[in-house]
């Protein structure tokens, strides 16, 4: 009777071990997509894409979103869901409003081609709404009519998002760093220096001024003089 414990034949083809399919589910379709976008860009993200990542049909990920606009809906709502909620118990008002505002764009270039989402849709996923009725709390705590906190929210978030997307812009051109990125504004601080100066005396007096600062230190005057503006509204705390 043959033994059933002898070892196989070197010359006969073994099978493979496939590697263990991930389980599926919307959190697994999400991390998938979001790891998709940050290696190799918001283009290269589709349902077939994502579905090839985890090693299944494109079909199966219509169980859990409609559409590529669902996903992508969903995606940066798990994003935002990374920003700590401001909290409208803090001492100092305006610093917590400044300090989110960081955060938020700290979150956004850690994944800056996804910010490109946010551009034409108000987003209100639940994180977002969480995030939105954290910092009315903070706005309206502070005494600041109702119609300026939610254009103060609308504001920040168009500065937040148009830094980061500029960052994005920047990095497709290979300017990734602020050292990628001083030799483009040096060539365009001497253009602006060697302008007829009788048709743009002024660009070319402040030529280097124009293209003086780092993103961190514009960002900071940027929200400096939104949040600064906001607090002259601010009236008795609620």
């Known amino acids: 009777m043959p033994s059933t414990d002898l070892p196989a034949p070197p010359w006969r083809a073994r099978?493979?071990?496939?590697?263990a399919r991930q389980p599926l589910s919307a959190e697994a379709v999400l991390s998938t997509a979001l790891r998709l976008v940050d290696r190799d860009g918001l283009?290269?993200?589709?349902?077939?894409?994502?579905?090839?990542?985890?090693g299944t049909g494109?079909?199966?990920l219509y169980a859990y979103f409609a559409n590529k606009d669902e996903l992508l809906e969903q995606l940066l709502d798990r994003v935002i869901?990374?920003?700590?909620?401001?909290?409208?118990?803090?001492?100092?008002?305006?610093?917590?409003?400044k300090k989110s505002c960081w955060e938020s764009r700290a979150v956004f270039l850690a994944h800056r081609d996804l910010v490109k989402v946010a551009r034409a849709n108000i987003p209100v996923g639940p994180n977002s709404l969480r995030y939105t009725e954290a910092m009315l709390?903070?706005?309206?705590g502070a005494g600041v009519p109702d119609r300026v906190a939610a254009w103060?929210?609308?504001?920040?978030?168009?500065?937040?998002?148009?830094?980061?997307l500029e960052a994005a812009l920047h990095a497709e051109r290979g300017r990734v760093t602020e050292a990628d990125a001083a030799p483009y504004f040096e060539q365009v601080g001497d253009y602006l220096a060697h302008l007829p100066v009788d048709q743009f005396p002024n660009l070319v007096a402040m030529a280097p001024v124009m293209i003086e600062g780092s993103g961190d230190e514009r960002f900071a005057f940027a929200i400096d003089l939104?949040?600064?503006?906001?607090?002259?509204?601010?009236?008795?705390?609620r």
């Open 15 to 19: 099978k493979k071990q496939s590697a």
């Open 43 to 54: 283009d290269a993200l589709s349902m077939r894409r994502v579905a090839q990542e985890l």
């Open 58 to 60: 494109a079909a199966s």
């Open 81 to 97: 869901g990374d920003i700590p909620l401001p909290r409208a118990d803090a001492v100092d008002w305006a610093a917590e409003v």
């Open 137 to 140: 709390a903070v706005l309206r």
């Open 152 to 164: 103060a929210i609308d504001q920040m978030s168009l500065v937040i998002v148009a830094d980061a």
């Open 226 to 237: 939104m949040v600064d503006g906001f607090a002259r509204y601010a009236g008795p705390a």
